[in-house]
């Protein structure tokens, strides 16, 4: 079965520094990777997906296939980045099952 | 536009007590789903909907847990009896299949039902 997993629960960094959020999937197949984020008292929204090879609010995320692993990165933290990010995937197109993994917040420090 | 829309937002109740959660998808979206999100951890998914069908509910538990969406619009998520490790926010999304087929599955979330059972 797949699995996605961020093994960072909390992540704190001052803001200016780079953020890297870290995702590992396992699945066999061609997946599509999503990062999803909660900001406080918000609803869960995407962010990103790695099939539109964009960059959101400063945030990209480049798919490693050899490492599985889908890192969301952002040069420059801001203190409204503070959020829950979730890394999700699905079992390629079409595919409806979304799974998440279990999370991480991030905390910018002013 | 409203989004999608849930209630009751809060909800506690003693545990074997029943408890329903409502959702309003997004005005034409076919796909509804259901997905309950544990404290610590990222969502799950417990049912999905194609207009009116559930077409994955194999992670509902299904002795206690039931769902509808009679007209391919509304839904609604029952749990009777509830228990203490029901306790979760229960998060409703939709989705518009023929993006999803496109490649591009977004789901947009409503802002969750959360419940406490005591």
């Known amino acids: 079965a797949q699995r996605v997993t961020q093994p960072e629960k909390l992540l704190s960094v001052f803001k200016g520094a780079p953020v890297e959020l870290k995702c590992n999937y396992s699945y066999s197949g061609s997946p599509e990777l999503f990062w999803y984020v909660q900001y406080s008292r918000q609803r869960l929204q995407l962010l990103l997906r790695h099939i539109s090879r964009e960059s959101i609010k400063g945030f990209t995320a480049d798919l490693n296939k050899g490492e599985t692993s889908f890192h969301l990165k952002k040069p420059f933290a801001q203190e409204e980045d503070s959020a829950m990010y979730y890394c999700a995937l699905t079992l390629g197109a079409g595919s409806y099952q979304l799974t998440f993994g279990k999370g991480t917040k991030l905390s910018v420090i002013p | 536009e409203a989004g999608v829309v849930q209630s009751p937002r809060y909800k506690i109740i003693e545990k074997k007590q029943p408890v329903a959660f409502w959702c309003n998808p997004i005005s034409g979206h076919n796909t509804l789903y259901w997905y309950r999100q544990n404290l610590g951890q990222g969502p799950e998914l417990l049912i999905r909907?194609?207009?009116?069908?559930?077409?994955?509910d194999s992670q509902l538990p299904k002795d206690r847990f039931s769902a509808e969406r009679l007209k391919g619009v509304d839904s609604t998520l029952k749990i009777q009896p509830a228990e203490l490790g029901d306790s979760a926010v229960y998060l409703c999304?939709?989705?518009?299949?023929?993006?999803?087929?496109?490649?591009?599955?977004?789901?947009?979330f409503g802002a969750g039902s959360r419940l406490t059972v005591l």
């Open positions: 999304a939709s989705s518009l299949r023929e993006a999803l087929l496109a490649g591009a599955n977004v789901l947009t």
């Open positions: 909907y194609e207009n009116e069908e559930a077409v994955d």
